[in-house]
């Protein structure tokens, strides 16, 4: 029977050509079976560049293909599903030492991963500034939000938000100052994944929000953490891009 | 209305066959111009594994390109020929066919998965008594569950295994035999395996269940500049090459006119250059079906 372990073995490993190919000669087999080692780490690689492409814009096409053959080295798929590969890219970036110049790249790397997952997720009507009009003022203190499906945090010492908006044209990268921390709110209220910059303390009330926390306990704890924080500026933000799916109170009504 | 420029005006299709159609394998950025005018383009495939997030666009899309054409479904990474079959992958997948309803399912004689690390390529695996019992088991199983049959399609092969104790065709029509299944003949596969394997690919395809041939793939190959044996590369990067052509000719003309898709997959071009090779396709298929006719 085949040896499936010796052949997934050499697919990982430069040195380890399994036994028992059909070729005239070692050179002629060694030549074939790194056409599927080939194949393997270019697909890989495609795949995270599907995924990052912003990342792969900052540091340039070669750059990000040496660095992302790197890491398919060492971190192959479990699932088949390619738009779930490379989750934790990231994590590997922050540890990539000749990316080190660019410290704000494994932070971008985070909020692409956040747009490829919003980009999946699940269908769902996002509330409208009409439905926050039509809440109860005497009952907001007590007002559950339940955050989209598709909605993502990605919180950052970076300008993420910014550096992420230069590369789409949106505004040119020589003014952005990339040690400015910006938080990232990812949403997909239609079909088209968005980008938006959270206010001062909009991270910490969305974070509590998403823990279940009511209105009144979210906003104190945002107060707290920053003294910016605006409740009116981060809910018009939260409503505005469809981050919320579902109001409810909590009064025991 | 608007006047069409010649130069841009899509291919005229010549076969009007009872469900016996050209398609191309869908991307994204084609949407549009596929919703527009697709030319001879009457179905589309879309591999599984695309398709298997929660919602959003993809969803989107594959519910409006169901509307207008017949779709294939085609898998990529059940690892049919692998030693373990994932049974939550293959609910993935009936939860996708269960929805979309698709005319073809698909999936490859290959592994990509192996001690729960997924490999992203089609392997090859040694044909013998032990995969042939584990095929046809994982390809029952599979069927079992989507409630229908699949096509199985022959592989671009790189390498051979000294175990082997088939012939290629001889395995898959012993397969087919035994897992009840039907066939995609993939005849850029053909070529490519042929032609590394020293093989002659008229003599293949002539040994080849044709019978069973629900669907026909063609794509462009490439060569590997290397010293030494010839070396042939699937690499869906390129037009179907002029060899491909002409066996595809020959098996319609031994097997019958068959629904056959353009697969490009790297360095995809505009959607025009796409559906006019679906139209080259197109004309083969009216050709078989006039002689089929006047005969």
């Given at each position: 029977m085949m040896d499936f372990a010796a052949f997934a073995n050499g697919i990982s490993q430069s040195d380890a050509t399994p036994k028992g190919l059909i070729a005239s000669n070692d050179f002629i087999s060694l030549q074939r079976f790194n056409v599927y080692r080939n194949n393997v780490a270019v697909s890989l690689v495609e795949a995270l560049c599907t995924n990052y492409p912003v990342c792969r814009q900052i540091v340039g096409d070669d750059f990000f293909r040496a660095m992302a053959r790197i890491y398919v080295a060492s971190n192959k798929p479990s699932s088949p599903i390619m738009h779930l590969y490379g989750r934790d890219f990231c994590n590997f970036i922050d540890c990539f030492q000749p990316a080190s110049c660019t410290p704000y790249l494994a932070d971008v790397a985070r909020l692409e991963a956040a747009r490829v997952s919003a980009y999946h997720a699940q269908d769902y009507l996002p509330l409208l500034s009409a439905d926050f009009a039509a809440l109860d003022p005497e009952r907001l203190a007590n007002l559950r939000i339940t955050l989209h499906p598709a909605a993502r945090i990605v919180r950052s010492n970076f300008a993420i938000v910014s550096v992420w908006g230069a590369h789409q044209g949106a505004q040119s990268v020589e003014n952005i100052d990339p040690f400015t921390a910006e938080d990232a709110l990812v949403t997909r209220p239609n079909l088209h994944v968005e980008t938006s910059l959270l206010p001062p303390g909009g991270a910490e009330l969305l974070e509590s929000l998403a823990r279940g926390g009511v209105l009144a306990e979210a906003a104190a704890q945002s107060c707290l953490s920053s003294s910016e924080f605006n409740l009116a500026q981060v809910l018009n933000v939260l409503i505005s891009t469809g981050a919320a799916c579902l109001f409810t109170y909590d009064d025991g009504d | 209305m608007t006047l069409q420029n010649p130069a841009t005006a899509n291919p005229v299709c010549q076969s009007t066959p009872a469900r016996t159609w050209a398609g191309v394998g869908f991307k994204p950025q084609h949407f549009q111009d596929i919703m527009e005018n697709a030319g001879c383009v009457r179905f589309l495939e879309v591999h599984a594994e695309n398709y298997m997030g929660a919602g959003g666009m993809p969803h989107r899309q594959l519910t409006l390109l169901r509307e207008r054409f017949d779709l294939s479904v085609h898998g990529v990474?059940?690892?049919?020929?692998?030693?373990?079959?994932d049974d939550i992958h293959l609910d993935r997948l009936h939860k996708l066919v269960r929805r979309y309803q698709p005319r073809w399912v698909s999936e490859h004689l290959?592994?990509?998965?192996?001690d729960g690390v997924f490999f992203n390529d089609l392997l090859p695996l040694a044909y013998d008594n032990a995969a042939l019992t584990r095929v046809v088991s994982h390809l029952g199983r599979v069927q079992d569950r989507l409630g229908r049959q699949i096509l199985l399609e022959n592989p671009s092969t790189y390498v051979a295994f000294e175990?082997?104790?088939?012939?290629e065709v001889d395995f898959i029509r012993e397969v087919t035999h035994r897992a009840g299944c039907d066939l995609l003949l993939d005849i850029n596969n053909v070529q490519v395996s042929c032609v590394n394997h020293s093989r002659d690919p008229l003599v293949y395809l002539n040994a080849f269940p044709l019978e069973r041939v629900r669907e026909i793939h063609l794509g462009g190959y490439a060569t590997?500049?290397?010293?030494?044996e010839p070396l042939l590369i699937d690499?869906?990067?390129r037009p179907v090459q002029p060899d491909v052509w002409r066996l595809y000719a020959h098996a319609l003309k031994i097997g019958g006119p068959v629904s056959t898709l353009i697969e490009w997959d790297n360095d995809v071009p505009d959607a025009h250059t796409l559906f006019e090779e679906a139209a080259k396709a197109d004309a083969l298929l009216a050709d078989v079906i006039n002689e089929r006719s006047a005969a």
């Open positions: - | 990474g059940l690892s049919i020929g692998g030693l373990a079959l290959a592994w990509s998965t192996h175990s082997s104790t088939w012939d590997d500049d290397v010293p030494g690499a869906h990067d």
